[in-house]
């Protein structure tokens, strides 16, 4: 993975919203405005597979949790001509129902269509417009936290569920909150993943590799001059600061 330290950049998005006002949200106008600033300097988009051994410029972009609002997100990234991944939780795609895990309850009771998760039928649709689609786990657990069997189920059911349904090979994970460890890596290369994405802020350098592939997140609090520093060349030091002060209070 040494082309990949050095190379591309992914990056993590979760909702896109003008009304949700919310870490996790970005607005559509700021997700345009950002994705037009790394092609002008010089970014070109690659899909999820050659994101991971890809040189210096290489582009990808992904969106956790599989929002409605991601629909948002679409028509710039063709208009751009970026990839992009949606990394969906199973257990949430049956029904499109609100992302109620505990730390976004109050959230998804105050604010319901804001959280609302894409079922299968406008999976397949992003699937059918080019975007590749992912799991995030079956019910967005913390991983670590779970025993050995319990991480085997959430990896192995959601891909197994995501192919189902869709009918087209799910390769890749994301984990929830970007959480992983030695034993959450294994279970993802067991189960069959080509790849598992974290985020730079939760990876420790020594932890790179293709079950740990850290991602830039960008959220709503980032302004232009935090963003421009997290997606430079500086940007492993700067969203390890950053993101030990974000992560404290994103969720909440």
């Known amino acids: 993975m040494t082309k990949r330290r050095s190379g591309s950049l992914i990056l993590c998005y979760h909702a896109v919203s003008e009304t949700w006002e919310h870490a ?17 300097r010089g970014c070109r988009g ?25 629909a948002n997100a679409l028509p ?27 730390e976004l309850a109050a959230q998804a009771a105050a604010h319901p269509d804001e959280l609302a998760t894409m079922d299968w039928e406008e999976l397949r649709a ?8 992912g799991s995030h786990t079956v019910s967005h ?22 192919e189902d349904e869709l009918g087209r090979p799910c390769r890749f994970l994301a984990y929830p909150y970007g959480e992983h460890d030695a034993r959450v890596r294994a279970g993802a290369q067991r189960v069959g993943y080509e790849a598992a994405h974290s985020l730079a802020s939760r990876t420790k350098r020594a932890d790179v590799q293709r079950f740990a592939v850290p991602r830039i997140d960008l959220n709503r609090r980032d302004g232009v001059l935090v963003t421009t520093l997290k997606t430079s060349m500086l940007r492993r030091p700067a969203v ?10 994103v969720y909440q």
């Not at 949200?25 to 092609?39: E, K």
């Open 46 to 70: 690659v899909s999820a597979s050659d994101a991971l051994t890809a040189g210096g410029g290489a582009l990808h972009v992904t969106f956790d949790d599989a929002y409605k609002s991601v």
């Open 24 to 40: 996790l949200s970005v607005r559509p106008v700021t997700f345009d405005r950002q994705l037009r600033s790394l092609v002008r």
């Open 240 to 249: 390890t600061a950053m993101g030990l002060v974000r992560r404290r209070g």
């Open 126 to 133: 992003l699937a059918e417009r080019g975007v590749e689609i």
């Open 141 to 162: 657990p913390h991983l670590p936290r779970l025993s050995d069997a319990e991480i085997d189920r959430e990896l192995r059911d959601s891909r197994t569920h995501i």
């Open 76 to 102: 710039v990234l063709e208009r751009l001509g970026l990839p992009a991944t949606v990394f969906a939780s199973a257990a949430y795609a049956d029904t499109g129902r609100p992302l109620d895990v505990p």
